[in-house]
Structures are given as C-alpha cells and as structure tokens.
C-alpha cells in the first residue's frame, strides 16, 4: 500500500487509479463491518428488550391463575402468592425518601 508520506520531494504523484484500487476495497470493507454491527446491535437490543421482566416477583397474576386452575396450587397458596406480588409491587411503588403515609416533598 503507497502513502502519500512515503512519495519523495520531486517525484510525480502518485497515481490516482492506483491509489483508489487501494483505497476503494478497505471502503468496503468498513462499511461491511458498520453494516454488520449496526444488524448485530439491533438483534442485541431486541433479546435484551423482549427479555424484560416486569412483574416483580418473576411471575405474573395470570401465571398464578393458571396453576390453580391446573391444580398445582392450592387456594390459600394462590391467594398468599398474591398478595405477596400486591406487597412487593406497592412496597416497590414508594420511593426510598418518602415513605407510606408521608405527603410528597412538593405539596
């Protein structure tokens, strides 16, 4: 690969069609990898995003419903998961700094 650094004083330049037969495939290449990456970005975002979890507990209401109704828990069992979920989420709910009962900081 010729640089133009690497041209001594005096001496022609070089040629253009030579240096763009260098300079045209490393192009391409870069611009394959910032294409690929880009592709790869995505799919990351997308498996990170669909693998969110949003119930607290790790499972949800209807999960429980569907193991009582499958007979896999018992009433009272359902009955204490959920009001452990309500627990958690209402307990996740109020912020560090203002606790249950407290007005916000604001009123």
């Known amino acids: 690969m010729m640089s133009l650094a690497a041209v001594p004083a005096g001496s022609p330049p070089p040629d253009v069609e030579s240096l763009a037969a260098e300079t045209l495939p490393w192009l391409g290449v870069f611009a ?18 669909r693998g969110v979890d949003r119930s607290p507990a790790g499972f949800s209401v209807e999960e429980i419903d569907r ?9 009272e ?28 900081s604001g009123a």
């Open 32 to 49: 394959v990898a910032a294409v690929v990456l880009w592709i790869l970005a995505t799919m990351l975002k997308r498996r990170l995003a």
């Open 67 to 75: 193991l009582r109704s499958q007979g896999e828990l018992s009433e």
């Open 77 to 104: 069992q359902a009955r204490a998961i959920r009001r452990a979920l309500i627990d958690d989420s209402t307990r996740s709910a109020v912020s560090p700094r203002q606790g249950p009962g407290t007005p916000p």
